[in-house]
């Protein structure tokens, strides 16, 4: 049962820091590109920051200098997914998702985890 489930998300003030995590299981993840992605009230889901399988790392340009990804891929067990946000603005506000793309036909979600920044 494969599973990608995102913690750490929460309210803060502007200028604060939050670190997501994501814990995968249930499948191979160590060939997987991850990323998080997040999606504000009415607008699309857009990638914030992705990692690949070697270790190659892309950000968005809102999340260049204020946001570092990382990865941990223990041998047979969980791979965990981090997003560490620092300077948070306004506009970072909307729920922010864990997603896996392991082949050109499988890839895996999380359910998200919401980030508010007042």
């Known amino acids: 049962h494969v599973q990608l489930v995102e913690s750490g998300g929460g309210s803060v003030q502007s200028g604060g820091s939050l670190k997501l995590s994501c814990v995968a299981s249930?499948?191979?993840?160590?060939?997987?590109?991850m990323g998080w992605y997040r999606q504000a009230p009415g607008g699309e889901r857009d990638m914030v920051s992705t990692?690949?399988?070697?270790?190659?790392?892309?950000?968005?340009n809102s999340a260049k200098g204020r946001f570092t990804i990382s990865r941990n891929m223990p041998k047979n067990s969980e791979h965990t997914l981090y997003l560490q946000m620092a300077n948070l603005r306004s506009d970072d506000t909307a729920m922010y998702y864990c997603?896996?793309?392991?082949?050109?036909?499988?890839?895996?979600w999380g359910a998200g985890t919401q980030v508010t920044v007042s």
């Open positions: 997603a896996a793309s392991c082949t050109q036909y499988v890839s895996f």
């Open positions: 249930g499948y191979d993840f160590s060939k997987c590109e």
């Open positions: 990692i690949s399988a070697r270790g190659i790392i892309k950000y968005d």
